[in-house]
């Protein structure tokens, strides 16, 4: 007898003997007879054996003939449960039970008839309705709606349903669910924040999205009487977040709704310092505030206004906040102004726009620094000339009394030492400390670089013996730093190595207590031969 001949009666022996779902499973699609004699079978294993858990697979498929007999054979409506995933940031991948899982009316409507909850939600993920929205199920959220499900339930994340729907852009479901009395301005700040970082209003939500879907999700919101200055979790009104994400038509929406234009985070920003770092569309933006009122000097809780902010890299934004009448001058707390920024962010069009609008070449910041100096520090060749071709005062000292000529030497910046040189920089000047520009070289270089530096400076008269406050010449430094090639150059030079800083000490001195063979040994020679020439 074959096997499709066998009675049923020996068919189910056989699937009894058989020990995994898996198998009966395999066993049942031998044939169409098999399956429908052993498909109860097979659920009922299930029940029995691995607590109905099929139940979730079969409502997840949309199969309501297995969601019955499942139920008819003891799964339960309200157990078990399957992890969830959403697309919803508001949802993250969690282990949920069967109701979160229909897929349409007929199913929810056998789960709830079984006992399933309509307002469940495991470890507050969320409810069935929450479910729904993120899948933009909208006859289901209707359904669930219509039999007790709460609009304004909120999970751990602070989430109600309407924030999903706005999140993700589901205008027809924002609009049933406000239908239905969702709070349009629903903001309940979670205490439970992994794997969120952000938080407001629906609102809020909906202008992160840079998107058609934005707009109309916005206008449904505002006309539901969502609030124009309520702010996020990091102080942004929803203008703020619209000038930073958003295009034309929503900004002019918000507006013509009354929305400040003027209004200041809690770091003091405004929707134009928003708008002025948008590298796009910022600069219509930024112009329709303007239209509309927007301070164009405006500064926040760091004194940053929006032409600072532009001057990071927004050379046409820089254009149209010039125009409009931007102080070109006006610092932050630092005193940094644009000008400094544009040398530190090497944004030479900016720079020279910047001058061209009568930025002022010598402002110090808080620490003394010029933007000459900057540019010196970056090794920007072609920003130090247009700063000194402007007027820059080449010799204008920073808080510490470092020079321009000073920083060159110290970044072994030989190119830019000669172009300041060629300007007028004092070779002598000395910073805080006592030390010059020889000093620097002592320090800094070595080799090659100490040779390049000393052939240019003695061009320039240097006193290579010039001592600082503690009394140390250039050589002093050199036997310091334990650099014999420097040392023999300054020795080349001229320098004396007889001479003592303010502790008595010589550079043979140093070269001895750093145990310093070498130097110690030709420091040793040159001064025995010097003497015995003077003999």
Not at 165 to 187: I, K, M, R, S, T
Not at 347 to 371: N, R
């Amino acid at each position: 007898m074959t096997l499709p001949e066998l009675p049923p009666e020996i068919l189910l022996l056989i699937a009894k003997k058989l020990e995994t779902e898996k198998d009966i499973a395999s066993f049942m699609m031998t044939s169409t007879r098999n399956y429908h004699l052993l498909l109860s079978f097979l659920y009922r294993h299930n029940v029995d054996f691995s607590s109905g858990s099929a139940l979730i697979w079969c409502v997840q498929g949309g199969n309501e003939e297995g969601v019955r007999l499942m139920l008819a054979l003891g799964a339960s409506a309200t157990e078990g449960e399957q992890i969830f995933y959403s697309a919803s940031r508001f949802l993250p991948e969690w282990t949920v039970g069967p109701l979160h899982f229909a897929q349409n009316e007929a199913i929810a409507k056998l789960l709830l008839d079984n006992g399933a909850d309509v307002e469940d939600s495991p470890c507050q993920w969320g409810t069935p309705l929450h479910a729904a929205v993120t899948d933009d199920n909208l006859s289901l959220a209707k359904f669930l709606l219509n039999n007790g499900a709460n609009v304004n339930h909120s999970n751990r994340w602070g989430a109600s349903p309407l924030h999903v729907a706005a999140d993700q852009g589901h205008l027809d479901l924002a609009n049933l669910l406000l239908d239905h009395g969702a709070d349009v301005n629903f903001y309940k700040f979670p205490h439970f924040l992994r794997g969120m970082h952000y938080y407001g209003t629906p609102l809020h939500f909906a202008l992160h999205r840079n998107d058609a879907a934005s707009l109309h999700m916005t206008n449904l919101l505002v006309k539901h009487g969502a609030d124009l200055e309520k702010k996020d979790a990091f102080s942004n009104t929803p203008l703020h977040l619209a000038a930073k994400h958003c295009r034309e038509p929503t900004i002019k929406l918000l507006i013509n709704h009354g929305s400040l234009v003027n209004a200041q985070d809690d770091s003091g920003k405004t929707p134009l310092h928003q708008a002025a770092t948008r590298p796009n569309k910022g600069v219509a933006i930024v112009k329709l505030l303007l239209h509309h009122g927007a301070l164009v000097n405006t500064q926040d809780s760091d004194r940053a206004s929006p032409l600072y902010t532009a001057a990071w890299g927004y050379i046409d934004m820089v254009k149209l906040l010039l125009v409009h009448g931007a102080q070109v001058n006006l610092p932050n707390k630092d005193r940094v102004t644009p000008l400094h920024l544009a040398v530190k962010r090497k944004e030479f069009d900016i720079g020279k726009l910047l001058l061209d609008h009568g930025a002022l070449v010598d402002l110090q910041d808080c620490l003394g620094s010029t933007p000459l100096l900057e540019a010196v520090s970056y090794d920007w060749l072609p920003m130090a000339e247009l700063l000194l071709t402007c007027g820059a005062q080449v010799n204008l000292p920073n808080n510490s009394g470092g020079t321009p000529l000073h920083e060159a030497a110290s970044r072994q910046c030989l190119a830019m030492a000669e172009l300041l040189l060629d300007y007028g920089a004092l070779i002598n000047t000395q910073d805080k400390l006592g030390r010059d520009s020889m000093h620097y070289v002592a320090t800094q270089l070595s080799g090659d670089e100490s040779a390049a530096f000393l052939e240019l400076f003695l061009k320039h008269g240097p006193l290579i013996n010039a001592q600082d406050n503690d009394g140390a010449t250039p050589l002093h430094l050199a036997s310091q730093r334990r650099d014999l090639d420097t040392v023999k150059l300054f020795i080349q030079y001229g320098s004396d190595v007889s001479i003592k800083d303010l502790k008595g000490k010589s550079a043979w001195d140093y070269a001895m207590e750093n145990e310093d063979g070498n130097i110690a040994t030709w420091l040793g020679a040159y001064d025995a031969n010097r003497h015995g020439e003077s003999q």
